[in-house]
């Protein structure tokens, strides 16, 4: 299991357990000329020995299935912002969320939602370096199906996802074990943490409600076995959970 930690975590103990990390790319940072190289300056201290890296990409107000093309041309400036910093430091692996929300579950509004999302990063590709593979995160998505429509609807190795077990678990009534199947195809990263089952609340794992022994294995079992798992939580108290269960 190859375990990394996010960018908030104490550095010393993800280098000395052999972890990697997950660094952040904000917009203010990557604007603001007064803090653009201290931003990058601090990416490179971050990364500095760690056993793998991957980015989480801009993600406030990006509303990629806007039907305003002003919108639309925002999100792609800001997506390609994160692409330019990710470059930077030769990180290959960029998380960008889903835009999905609630109302685009209307069964009237889902195939535009659908079509919106395929056009976007259809035509948005080509602004992905060949080297890099650009990860759908779910959030607020309520069903896998309408998430593997988008990613077959793509069909480009550069656009895969990144399976979000809290955001699942929260945000959808469909089993973990479901979404897994279906998106098994194209999972080539997993943010995991724990939560109450109402609550984003990002907790150490172990200290919620998710079915998180089963879901991991299930994972283990149907992955790439090369497959990063982000802890997006107390990283020291989740990798002891994580062998007392002995998952690694």
Known sequence: MKIYGAAYSDLEFLRSNRMGIEVFS?????????????????????????????????FNDMAY???????????????????????????????????FRSYHGVKTVEKWYIKASIDFWKDFQTN???EMTVLLENVE???????????QGIDSPKICCCFDV???????????????????KYIKHVHINDNDGKRDLHLPLGKG???????????????DKEVPFTLECDAPSS?????EKELI
């Open 26 to 58: 904000h917009p203010v940072n990557l604007n603001d000329t007064n803090s653009y190289d201290g931003y990058h300056k601090t990416i490179t201290e971050q990364i500095k020995g760690m056993n793998g890296v991957s980015m989480h990409g801009v």
């Open 65 to 99: 299935a806007s039907g305003d093309p002003l919108i639309l041309e925002v999100v792609k400036n800001r997506f390609i912002e994160s692409i330019q910093a990710a470059s930077l430091h030769d990180i290959n692996s960029l998380i960008f969320h889903s835009a």
């Open 128 to 130: 992905i370096p060949d």
């Open 141 to 151: 998505d309520e069903d896998p199906v309408v998430f593997l429509q988008i990613l």
């Open 166 to 184: 809290g955001h699942a678990f929260i945000y959808s009534s469909i089993p973990l074990n479901k979404w897994i199947r279906s998106l098994v």
């Open 209 to 223: 409600i998710i079915p998180l022994v089963t879901t991991i294995q299930d994972i283990l079992e149907n992955v």
């Open 239 to 243: 990798v002891e959970w994580l062998k």
